[in-house]
């Protein structure tokens, strides 16, 4: 454990970066659990996965979220990030984003099941 004067100087700092227009994005491990409102596990990498088709994907080919009021992709920078999706929303994340590298594969001539078998027998 830090003793005090370090952590005031570790608290200084990052205030003091955030002042010059720096973030900040804790990652913090065991001792805080979902009541404290944190993203936990799965959940959390669902919530990135979201955000992530949200801010990639075309907007005219997918549905509005509860989040959105606009037909253009997610900007973080502006709206900031967005509400935790619901199971259907993760849902339709997951299979557009599998739809889309399907399509990127397929231009490339790549079928998913021979990228599939690639990647295992490159670990065995």
């Known amino acids: 454990m830090l003793p005090e004067h370090e952590h005031t100087e570790f608290i200084n700092k990052i205030v003091q970066d955030a002042d010059l227009g ?15 409102g944190i993203i936990m596990g799965v959940e959390f990498t669902n919530y990135l996965a979201f955000t992530t088709y949200l801010v990639l994907a075309d907007p005219t080919d997918r549905p509005k979220t509860h989040g959105e009021n606009e037909s253009h992709r997610w900007n973080i920078s502006k709206k900031g990030w967005p509400p935790l999706p619901t199971k259907d929303e993760v849902d339709l994340a997951r299979n557009g984003s599998i739809n889309a590298l399907s399509n990127y594969a397929n231009n490339f001539n790549w079928t998913w099941p021979t990228m599939r078998a690639d990647r295992r027998e490159s670990k065995a």
């Open 22 to 36: 720096y973030s900040f994005a804790p990652f913090i491990g065991s001792g805080l659990s979902s009541p404290s």
